[in-house]
């Protein structure tokens, strides 16, 4: 005999479960356990954890859930068999499509009908029976229960040590005997271990709004709903072994695993006579002459045996409808101009490419087909489509299920969890700390940590807290640290699609997404993969968006015919450009750190653009890669291989690895990876709970390498590289593609500024700068803009020709406090019957306008009508006009009060002030500007003064604070940039510094900084110095 506990519940039980999936199934195989069911509520969103845990721990995974009845009691069904396991996904689907999002409950006949394979229990207090118990009704629940699931329902008692629990235990016994119904033991377990006992009561705090101190009966009366083991069971129901003894024979019943579960991949519909491998070739082949009419005969000539070789591995893989179900997607976007472009390992293929689905030309950049599929390992392929945000992305989602069917496609889930700021809050509610004490302690967020004895009390003073709350803190603190990463919710994935043959529903629940029209599955895309369900990746970009804009505007405004595959290669201006670092604006390429490095790296082609994408990122910076590479591309440090063996892969990187498909190919040539072992580490990479998995997977490595005779030294490189790649490894697939889009972005914005600003700005927000760093750079570009006006702006920007320039003229849509569909009324009753005469004009053929938005419009500079007004006689026409009329205000308004002329105009800064109030930019002069020659008599300088400065040099600049960030991979250095009416200056803040002026640094949207220029590795930047401290005196207005 065997104890198996049949009833567990895990974090995906949200806020009701003190434990996650995995720890539960690990904790199940220490204490000896040969099977452990897991129900959680309503949802399989931990099942295939939970599943691949109690596997690789050497124990059975029982798979159930409990569903909500319409009373709000939970019904505990475990699948028997797979019919069992698909009704009961279908169960949970029917329950969860029914309401809105959130809102849930299963009938009574919903259970009647899908019953089959199913095995119930009566479950614990929450439970069906216990409550029918308390309301007399407890025999008629169960006779119900049994005429339903036949000899498939069992009893189940739970001893805890409380004193009313062993009542509903007699009665349910007494039911058990009168109906003839067998019954179990179990220990209705909520988490894994007795300590978990406190998560769950902060989870129970969470869940009612309310404080650990005033949750009362809320709480858990002791802690003894954690996993036991057969000796402590045996002692609980010692009267009853059989209770106990029973439970091994149940887990034997339950033949399910989830590995029977069969995804198949839809059918794509071929005419009679047809195969789907024929038509996916006739595709292929007939679009390849048009994809390669106007390439070089070397590059032409490669095309049909690189499509024969591909065409091989797809049939073989019985994958033809794969890619024509993607191949219908992208022409769904051809035929409704809808700017696509696959991404991903699909990069790496020509069918991709000559079907549409992909930009960028395998064979001319030399892209490996068997980084996407081969025949060598089982790996699915990986087609990410980049859509534009917004209704463009809508539409072909919309597509999809309408093709498919709504119960044969869902979205992927993305497990949300507590981090940072979330942790802090939900746990220092649950201690009793009002808002003013955790926005302070919500500051603390991105360095918090473990104290221990003297320094939380340290600390604690140093943050201005009482010290007599130092262990209130410290409980807040072991909470926080231990609710991180635990999952909150299941989110929406950003964009992945799966599409089923079969209902959908029969492998994993739906249930409605947060936006209208959508649903969801209960997995995310680690689930699918590891159950080799295929998804469709369909996400929204904002480029995608500005470049389709931008296409549009070029063919209007210049007659010129441009789209992603026909954009001049190796553009002169393109590449000074990068060189400059002059990027703001351009995609990828744009941040703080992309711009130090392009000078540096200078690219000079198209495939340093593709390293410049992936390099900025944190597994080449977290593996010291960044710095080596950069040397080496700057002839300072020699090109060398860890091993002789990895030249032919590391030579196009410097022997530097900087890309995912790198690092699995090392390991496959010198440690002897099958292809399935390579793929598990690819896996283990993307992986968001990586640490356990990667250590197995490294020793493996290092056993192949020893194998292979591989010096220690070169092991240890290499597995660094690997951990390294573990926290953010970028494949360089993916890297092409975003080079394309970079290369597209920066020709546009060089060689048609007016039209690619203007698309940008309709599509904000985007990007990483600001719509008012956006604009000042644009000016600094020699681009004009032109003011907002009633009479002659549109909802959108727009493109204007002034003596023979293409100038850009401000929308309504960014007019703070305008509601969209009142700034598209104005424009379409101004088309319809002409421009407006004056305010009352436009008040009375746009009744929609409300008060707010007339003050809005007028601060805005939005109604000077022809410059007949100015801004403060706008704003006080604007009270008039929308004065209450027919009553005692008539008889008060005097003549000399309608008068506005006396009120002067706004000027300088004030105006400048309002631009940025009302619409967050402004088209006149940069704030610094006001204040500049006072400035110049402090001997403060412009950022244009600081780029010839020499090492040592100490100076201090003035200007607006436009990023402030503080990447992971810094270990808290901070990185300030201001910027002025001449451009940008960089600072670097240490830890220490930043920590003695983190209030002013963070509250002040202007600064003064002096700091030292300092050149360290690839950063040329002013390290601030505290030698004068840091002031805001010469700021006199609040731009915000």
């Known amino acids: 005999m065997s104890f198996c506990e049949l009833h567990t519940r895990s974090a995906f039980s949200f806020l009701s479960s003190g434990s996650e999936p995995q720890r539960l199934a690990a904790r199940a195989a220490e204490l000896g356990i040969k099977s452990v069911g897991l129900l959680d509520r309503d949802t399989f969103a931990g099942a ?54 959130g809102e849930h409950f299963a009938t009574r006949r919903d259970i009647e009908y899908h019953s089959a394979g199913l095995m119930c229990f009566t479950g614990g207090p929450d439970g069906l029976i216990h409550n029918s118990i308390k309301r007399g009704d407890g025999q008629l629940d169960l006779a119900w229960l049994k005429y339903v699931f036949e000899d498939r329902l069992y009893v189940e008692l739970q001893r805890h040590h409380l004193r009313h629990e062993e ?26 271990d007795e300590k978990d006992r406190e998560l769950y009561d902060v989870f129970t705090c969470i869940k009612n709004h309310t404080t650990i101190y005033d949750a009362g009966k809320l709480l858990s009366e002791n802690s003894e709903r954690y996993i036991k083991n057969e000796r402590q069971m045996l002692r609980l129901f010692a009267d009853i072994p059989e209770a106990v003894e029973i439970t091994e024979e149940i887990a034997a019943r339950v033949r399910f695993s989830m590995e029977e579960l069969a995804y198949t991949f839809p059918d794509y519909p071929v005419p009679p006579g047809e195969t789907m491998d024929s038509v996916l070739r006739q595709k292929a082949i007939e679009r390849a002459q048009e994809r390669y009419r106007d390439k070089a005969w070397p590059i032409r000539s490669q095309v049909l045996p690189r499509l024969e070789k591909e065409f091989r591995v797809i049939e073989m893989k019985r994958l033809a409808g794969y890619f024509l179900v993607v191949n219908d ?70 597509h999809v299920y309408e093709k498919y069917g709504r119960r044969s496609s869902g979205m992927t889930a993305n497990v949300i969890c507590y981090r940072g700021k979330s942790a802090i809050r939900e746990a220092g509610k649950t201690f009793g700390f009002g808002p003013e004490v955790l926005d302070r302690l919500s500051r603390l967020n991105s360095h918090y940590e473990q104290f221990k004895g003297d320094e939380l009390y340290k600390r604690l003073k140093d943050e201005g807290f009482d010290a007599t709350e130092t262990y209130r803190l410290q409980k807040f603190s072991d909470i926080y640290h231990r609710i991180l990463d635990f999952p909150r919710h299941l989110g929406q994935h ?213 194998k292979n005779n591989i010096p220690e030294d070169v092991q240890d490189q290499i597995v660094d590289y690997t951990k390294a790649f573990a926290n953010y490894g970028f494949p360089e697939s993916h890297a092409y ?19 690619f600003m203007t698309a940008m700005f309709n599509n904000y927000p985007l990007g990483f700068y600001s719509a008012a760093t956006l604009v000042k750079d644009a000016q600094r570009h020699g681009l004009h803009f032109r003011h907002l006006d009633v009479n002659l702006s549109d909802y959108d920007f727009t493109v204007e020709e002034v003596d023979g320039e293409k100038q ?103 105006l400048v002030a309002a631009d940025l109030k009302k619409t967050g930019i402004s088209i006149g002069r940069h704030p610094m500007s006001f204040v500049r020659e006072r400035l110049n008599t402090l001997g403060i300088l412009t950022a244009e003064q600081t780029r010839n400065l020499r090492r040592g040099d100490v100076v201090s600049v003035a200007g ?67 030698l004068s401290g840091i002031s805001t005196e010469v700021v006199s207005h609040d731009f915000r």
Not at 60 to 77: F, H, K, M, Q, Y
Not at 520 to 526: A, N, P, S
Not at 970 to 981: A, G, M, Q, R, Y
Not at 990 to 1018: C, H, K, Q
Request: charged residues 25%; contains cysteine; neutral net charge.
């Open 48 to 101: 295939v954890r939970f599943y691949f845990e109690a596997k690789e721990q050497g124990i059975r995974s029982i798979i159930g859930a409990e569903v909500t009845l319409d009373d709000g009691t939970l019904l505990p069904l475990v699948a028997l068999d797979l019919k069992g396991y698909q009704n009961l996904s279908r169960l949970i689907t029917t329950s969860k499509l029914r309401s809105k999002k």
């Open 167 to 192: 009542a509903i235990n007699q009665a349910l016994l007494g039911l058990a005997h009168k109906l003839r119904v067998d019954y179990f033991a179990s220990n209705g377990v909520y988490y894994a």
């Open 329 to 398: 997607i992208s022409d769904y976007c051809k035929a409704n101009k809808i700017l696509s472009q696959g991404r991903g390992s699909a990069a790496n293929s020509v069918v991709c490419y000559t079907l549409g689905i992909t930009a960028v030309d395998p064979i001319e950049h030399n892209l490996l087909f068997e980084r996407f599929l081969s025949e060598k390992y089982e790996q699915y392929p990986d087609i990410d489509i980049d859509l534009p945000s917004g209704d463009d992305r809508e539409s072909v989602i919309q």
């Open 494 to 706: 950003s964009g992945g699609m799966v599409v089923s043959l079969d209902r959908l529903d029969g492998i994993v629940p739906l249930e409605p997404a947060s936006m209208d029209g959508r649903t969801i599955i209960q997995w995310d895309k680690d689930d699918c993969e590891a159950l080799k369900v295929v998804k469709i990746d369909l996400l929204g970009l904002g480029m995608m968006a500005v470049l389709r804009d931008s296409i549009t505007l070029i063919r209007e405004h210049h007659g010129v015919k441009l789209d992603l595959y026909r954009i001049p290669n190796n553009d002169k201006k393109v590449y000074d450009a990068l060189q400059k670092g002059d990027t703001v604006g351009m995609f990828q390429v744009e941040s703080r750190a992309q711009i130090a490095f392009l000078p540096k790296a200078k690219p000079r082609c198209f495939y340093d653009i593709v390293v410049q994408v992936a390099i900025i990122r944190p597994g080449p910076i977290v593996g010291n890669m960044l710095h080596s590479y950069l040397k080496r591309r700057q002839g300072f440090e020699e090109v060398s291989y860890p091993h002789e063996s990895l030249a032919p892969i590391l030579k196009r990187t410097l022997g530097v690895p900087l890309f995912q498909e790198q690092l699995l190919k090392i390991a496959m040539d010198i440690a002897g990876f099958s292809g399935g072992e390579a793929d598990e580490l690819r896996r283990a990479m993307g992986f968001k709970r990586p640490d356990r998995k990667m250590e197995r997977i490294t020793q493996n490595l290092r056993n192949g390498m020893t």
């Open 737 to 755: 593609s975003f080079a394309l889009l970079a290369y597209a972005s920066a020709y546009y914005i060089i060689h048609f500024r007016a039209c």
């Open 808 to 910: 850009v003229r401000v929308g309504l849509r960014f007019v703070r406090g305008l509601r969209e569909t009142v700034g598209r009324a104005i424009v379409e009753e101004r088309n319809r019957a002409g421009t407006f005469d004056d305010l009352a004009d436009l008040l009375r053929r746009v009744p929609e306008l409300n008060k707010r938005e007339v003050r809005a419009l007028s601060i805005a500079g939005a109604l000077n009508f022809d410059n007949s007004i100015h801004r403060r006689e706008a704003l006080w026409q604007s009270e008039l006009e929308l004065r209450p009329k027919g009553t005692l205000f008539d008889q008060a308004t005097k003549t000399e009060e309608t008068d506005p002329h006396f009120l002067s105009r706004l000027e300088g800064v004030d």
């Open 960 to 1026: 607006a604070v436009i990023i402030r960030q503080r990447p992971m991979t810094t270990k808290n250095v901070v990185f300030v940039t201001l910027e002025d009416e001449t451009g940008f200056s960089n600072f670097v803040v240490m830890p220490d510094v930043f920590e003695s002026y983190r209030a002013v640094i963070n509250r002040n949207d202007f600064l003064i900084i002096r700091g030292v220029f300092e050149e360290r590795g690839m950063l040329k930047a002013l390290y601030f110095t505290p």
